[in-house]
């Protein structure tokens, strides 16, 4: 089995920060994702790559930067935290884009003070 | 987009079988039905998928009515560890791509 490792697991930021969140994935899946959940909400689609150095955009991309340097990488920037924002950011991936299932980390909790 | 509308919450005791339900009216022909569970602080895990025709694992049994319309996930013999809240998706082709859009969930309590 693999497993999928994202980092920090809790960031505070400041209003207007640049904040990075990284996800790692040791299954050799081609596409990879990321999702934000907001309390009591749905998971929302930022970004997703299907390969490596691909990019595409999700429903909610508006904030957000991705990068696919690597395989078995994926990060999210955002670009300027608003204040008072709190949410959760899933990061998944999948052997293809066509896969049936995500395999999903445990998230990165962000709060912007 | 296709869109899936579940109870906010339901409650069980250990050793029910549960009935979790799921309304797709607007469900395309070639849209998956896929549920996952999510425990806190964790991300979603895997429980199911089909299509048309019912299916079983090892979790759960998946009913999907005749017309596609609404489906249910079957949890047999429910144990504490069984509390979490479940996603039902559909699975949307869009221009080649494919993205599940996840909704609002069921949240499962059980109780001893």
């Known amino acids: 089995g693999g497993i999928i490792t994202q980092t920090p697991k809790f960031l505070i930021g400041q209003e207007g920060q640049k904040l990075t969140l990284k996800c790692q994935q040791n299954?050799?899946?081609?596409?990879m994702y990321w999702y934000r959940q907001d309390s009591g909400k749905g998971l929302r689609l930022i970004y997703y790559s299907i390969t490596e150095n691909d990019l595409q955009k999700g429903d909610l991309s508006e904030g957000y930067d991705a990068s696919r340097e690597k395989k078995s990488s994926f990060s999210l920037t955002v670009t300027s935290a608003q204040k008072n924002e709190m949410a959760v950011f899933l990061c998944a991936s999948s052997p293809s884009l066509g896969a049936e299932t995500l395999y999903f980390g445990s998230g990165t909790r962000l709060t912007v003070l | 987009d296709a869109k899936t509308t579940q109870p906010d919450s339901m409650e069980s005791t250990e050793g029910e079988t549960v009935h979790l339900p799921c309304s797709h009216a607007t469900i395309s022909g070639n849209e998956y039905i896929y549920w996952y569970r999510q425990v806190p602080l964790q991300g979603p895990e895997y429980v199911t998928h089909?299509?048309?025709q019912n299916t079983t694992n090892s979790m759960a049994f998946l009913a999907i009515a005749s017309d596609r319309k609404s489906s249910t996930l079957i949890l047999p013999h429910v144990s504490l560890r069984d509390a979490a809240v479940y996603h039902c998706i559909l699975r949307v082709k869009e221009g080649g791509s494919a993205k599940l859009i996840f909704g609002e969930g069921t949240k499962l309590t059980v109780s001893s």
């Open positions: 299954f050799n899946h081609d596409t």
């Open positions: 089909g299509l048309q």
